[in-house]
T-cell receptor, first 112, second 110 residues
């Protein structure tokens, strides 16, 4: 399967713990996006990478959140000192030179 | 502020019916408008993408239209099937990001 993959698919953690999610984009897609989706809502943009450069960050991305894309390949999203309000589905998408974004299956985070 | 609204929030129809899902956006400086399908607990699958210079796109039983002047898009599904049951999301692309509506939950009854 050559689609976007995300790991883990599910994560349950206690409030105050740190968590890290990984996204592997489709090969040769130079653009990578992170979104967050809460129940009953559409995804909300978090951040955007072109190759290894993080070019845009949403105000939703507080200082507890950090994203990286070393070497312009896979990306990680870390949340420090998790709060119950961080519970959501975290979606990754990649995009080639065209306009369509290809989404991964998401990581569902539950903060107890 | 860029906002996208979808109506209705939920729709239940008998199999075989034609249906229309509506999407409206507040900022007409849209680069393109995309429709996605999301199955429960899953990621998003792209259905149709309409460039800002286009009026409509078709794929199989799906037809999407775009009217920038009125800030509206519609997704038309012909001859609906139970397998079409899912959440349908529209999103406007502004710069580097997609701005999504909350979605329409569609149920097609057999």
């Amino acid at each position: 399967d050559t689609g976007v993959s995300q790991d883990p698919r599910h994560k349950i953690t206690k409030r105050g713990q740190n968590v890290t999610f990984r996204c592997d984009p489709i090969s040769e897609h130079n653009r990578l996006y992170w979104y967050r989706q809460t129940l009953g809502q559409g995804p909300e943009f978090l951040t955007y990478f072109q190759n290894e450069a993080q070019l845009e960050k949403s105000r939703l991305l507080s200082d507890r959140f950090s994203a990286e894309r070393p070497k312009g390949s896979f990306s990680t999203l870390e949340i420090q000192r998790t709060e119950q309000g961080d519970s959501a589905m975290y979606l990754c998408a990649s995009r080639p030179m065209g306009d369509t974004q290809y989404f991964g299956p998401g990581t569902r985070l539950t903060v107890l | 502020k860029q906002e996208v609204t979808q109506i209705p929030a939920a729709l239940s129809v008998p199999e075989g019916e034609n249906l229309v899902l509506n999407c409206s956006f507040t900022d007409s400086a849209i680069y393109n408008l995309q429709w996605f399908r999301q199955d429960p607990g899953k990621g998003l699958t792209s259905l149709l993408l309409i460039q800002s210079s286009q009026r409509e796109q078709t794929s199989g039983r799906l037809n999407a239209s775009l009217d920038k002047s009125s800030g509206r898009s519609t997704l038309y599904i012909a001859a609906s099937q139970p397998g079409d049951s899912a959440t349908y999301l529209c999103a406007g692309q502004y710069g580097n990001k997609l701005v999504f509506g909350a979605g329409t939950i569609l149920r097609v009854k057999s």
